[in-house]
């Protein structure tokens, strides 16, 4: 990692506001408006960045159910693998998806509009499955914290 005190400060000023506009950056990094624009094509050419996002909020768009979804596979087959990875990628109710080790082999996180469309949801992933070994589901009450805030310092 190359990275001088002024690039963390870049990544970390654009992590919590891609929007900020160059005379912003500039002024939160300490350096010139053109310098923070080399910094930061720089930093995305070299992958310390990978994308720029606008965070919806899910409720306003009727996503009122943020689940947890816990998947434990009958059989593990490339073939199945491939299937299954396919569906969870092409799945947009899915927004994040995680092999594991442990007693579950898959941790997704999905959003949806109601149980229905969530028992829906449970029904399509043991059917691609063939019929896991075991799901659970638990449904979010209240969140407490969220963020794609990496820990960036300059120590």
Partial sequence: MDLDRFDLRILRAVQRD?????????????????QCARRLD??????????????????????????????????????????????IRDT????ECYMQSGDVDLLLKVVVHDLAELADLIDRIIGVTGGANAIRSSIVLRTIKVTNELPVSES
């Fill in 92 to 95: 947009p109710e899915i927004l």
């Fill in 42 to 87: 720089r930093l995305r050419a070299e992958g310390y960045i990978e994308q720029t996002i606008a965070v919806l909020n899910r409720e306003r768009l009727g996503l009122s159910i943020l689940a947890h979804v816990f998947v434990g596979l009958r059989e593990h087959s490339r073939d199945g693998n491939n299937t299954l990875q396919s569906f």
């Fill in 18 to 34: 891609g929007d900020l506009t160059q005379a912003k950056l500039a002024e939160i990094v300490h350096l010139s408006a053109s």
